[in-house]
């Protein structure tokens, strides 16, 4: 998990910039635990002593060392006087692992500079706090937005409750996503279906609805051959629900979510009440339309320690989520090719009858995927 090659910053540089170069290594550490490390966020650490990292480590998988304790036992005996670039606040408590707070400070590291506070409650600040304590001198933010981009779950979980929503859309260029007879398979090409692969190992959820098993009988599950990144095997391995929003309880029993051991079905809490609850049931409040409340959905998700929550859905199910807002990210692949005025059209929305209404969206970056676009896009404010 740790490399203790030794790296040294080209040139003399200003204080800042030196800084920002090796939390720029801190941050390529925190990448390696992006499919592993949840519902823990994902953090790296790099120790330097004389203008040279002589410890590096990564948070690899929950329950395990944290990227401190593992920089800490690369550098070993060397790590007493060098400076801690860490890119989250420390931890001030001990839990499944020590406090990496009073790790550094047992080690003797006289500096430590990070890149965010934790927004965690149990140690917020607390981290930073016990540092100055024992006289380690602490710096920091330091690159803080690539600190955010790297765990948007953890944050927004922490900040508000609820977990970051990323919406997955696959469409031809004229923006259908099936026949008329329901025929999907495949509208974007190997590349494209590789690059979802990635997106469901880093998310903590995926969720489906009813209608997309019945049409497609999906299994939504992620494949280490498929991801084609170091840990690929652990980052499958991970036991992430897939749930299956299912109102009125059409869920097929032949259906192969049905063998899955993480599968949990979602549907109205007025089904659920009075019986039995199995493991797999998932009982969700109504909305005033008689459809199951996502806001409910998805903060009990979130209780149950859901990061980064990934909708794989329909067209109504999809249209709902833009419609309430719900969504943080669009990931949509676009593939170079038309499917016919009757094929199916990407989002179920209502009417829109002034062009003030529309539904704005920011592109935040495009890029070719083998042969298809994959553009990712916020929806913008109301």
Not at 100 to 106: N, R
Not at 149 to 169: D, Q, S, W
Not at 170 to 175: E, F, H, I, N, R
Not at 320 to 343: H, N, Q, T, W
Request: charged letters at 20%.
């Amino acid at each position: 998990m740790s490399d203790t090659q030794l790296v040294k910053m080209p040139g003399a540089g200003t204080l800042a910039e030196h800084h920002e170069f090796f939390m720029a290594a801190a941050l390529r550490e925190a990448e390696r635990g992006l499919y592993t490390a949840q519902p823990n966020p994902r953090v790296g650490c790099v120790l330097v002593k004389h203008g040279q990292i002589i410890g590096r480590g990564f948070h690899q998988q929950t329950g395990q060392a944290h990227a401190e304790a593992n920089a800490l036992l690369a550098a070993g005996p060397a790590a007493a006087g060098s400076t801690a670039y860490v890119t989250l606040e420390p931890c001030s408590f001990v839990g499944r692992t020590p406090s990496c707070a009073d790790a550094l400070v047992q080690a003797g590291v006289k500096a430590v500079v990070y890149a965010m506070t934790d927004p965690h409650v149990g140690n917020r600040g607390k981290g930073l706090a016990k540092l100055v304590a024992a006289g380690v001198e602490v710096t920091g933010p330091v690159l803080e937005a690539s600190a955010r981009a790297l765990n948007p779950g953890h944050i927004k979980r922490y900040e508000t409750g609820m977990p970051f929503v990323r919406l997955k859309l696959a469409m031809s260029m004229d923006g259908k996503t099936a026949l008329a007879n329901g025929a999907s398979q495949w509208i974007t090409g190997a590349a494209a279906r590789h690059d979802v692969q990635l997106l469901r190992a880093r998310s903590s959820a995926v969720v489906t609805g009813v209608q997309t098993v019945i049409d497609d009988d999906p299994a939504l599950t992620v494949r280490a051959a498929g991801l084609q990144i170091e840990l690929a095997e652990l980052a499958a391995g991970i036991a992430r629900p897939i749930v299956v929003l299912d109102s009125n309880q059409r869920m097929p029993a032949t259906a192969r979510l049905m063998n899955h051991p993480q599968t949990l079905i979602a549907c109205g809490e007025d089904l659920c009440r009075g019986g039995p609850q199995a493991a797999n049931v998932l009982g969700v409040k109504r909305a005033a339309d008689g459809r199951l409340d996502l806001t409910d959905l998805l903060a009990q998700l979130a209780a149950r320690d859901c990061n980064e929550v990934l909708f794989e859905c329909g067209a109504t199910l999809a249209g709902s989520l833009v419609c309430s807002r719900l969504v943080d990210e669009i990931v949509l692949y676009v593939a170079p090719r038309f499917m016919g005025k009757d094929a199916r059209s990407l989002l179920n929305l209502p009417t829109i009858d002034t062009m003030g209404d529309l539904v704005e969206l920011m592109i935040t970056d495009v890029r070719s995927v083998g042969k298809d676009l994959r553009l990712t896009l916020k929806i913008g404010e109301s």
